[in-house]
């Protein structure tokens, strides 16, 4: 079976619900900052994302919002679907190297 | 985007063989990059595939387990040498843009070391 997020963090909403997503990243030099999500036997699918010169930026049904000051970045679903479920990771950028979180399963309950 | 595609999608293999890991893209890009998921963690990066020239790789990887080729801008692949139950993982190959600065992931090779 698949092995990917057995052990990460999970969120767990209701379908139609908001849910909200969060990760501290680590290089107050990173300048740009992206959301991936990680369904099942797939690799990582771009979500959203955002410079470091912006604080809020906003997609279909997701926006992503950045604290410098704290180096904190939430992913944020409207209207959670179950097709939502999935592992979500949040990646800096400094130079040309990405750097990964550790990851959020996300469970969405019908 | 990029569609990008690897071959083989998954494969098992016994300890002391090596498998080699291919990554096509459809059109020609400038970056080219290997990471490794093992079980359960988040996704850490290997190494750069450098046109033309060696591979630039990440600290705790190196060039002898972790053999990297791109001989154009499209093509790229990823050797697992003489391998061992830990080297169990997705392989994934990603691409970067010239003109944006993300990056796009093919679906992963899934390695399981016996």
């Known amino acids: 079976g698949e092995s990917v997020g057995l052990h990460l963090p999970t969120l767990s909403v209701q379908e139609g619900d908001n849910s909200i997503i969060n990760c501290a990243y680590s290089?107050?030099?990173?300048?740009?900052f992206i959301w991936y999500k990680q369904e099942s036997g797939k690799g990582p699918q771009f979500i959203i994302d955002?410079?470091?010169?912006?604080d809020k930026r906003q997609g279909q049904r997701v926006t992503v919002l950045l604290n410098k000051t704290v180096k904190h970045l939430s992913l944020q679903i409207a209207a959670t679907q179950p097709g939502d479920s999935a592992v979500y990771f949040c990646a800096e950028r400094f130079g040309n190297m990405l750097t990964f979180g550790g990851g959020t399963r996300l469970m969405v309950k019908p | 985007s990029a569609v990008i595609s690897q071959k083989p999608s998954r494969d098992i293999c016994q300890r002391g063989t090596s498998l080699t890991i291919q990554c096509q893209v459809d059109?020609?890009?400038?970056?080219m990059f290997w990471y490794r998921q093992q079980p359960g963690q988040s996704l850490t990066l290997i190494a750069t595939a450098n046109q033309g020239s060696e591979a630039t790789y990440e600290s705790g990887f190196v060039i002898d387990k972790f053999p990297i080729s791109r001989p154009n801008l499209t093509f790229s692949t990823l050797t697992v040498s003489n391998m061992s139950p830990e080297d169990s993982s997705i392989y994934l190959c990603s691409v970067g843009l010239a003109a944006a600065d993300t990056q796009y992931f093919g679906p992963g090779t899934r390695l399981t070391v016996l």
């Open positions: 059109s020609q890009v400038t970056m």
């Open positions: 290089n107050s030099a990173s300048d740009y």
């Open positions: 955002i410079r470091s010169n912006m």
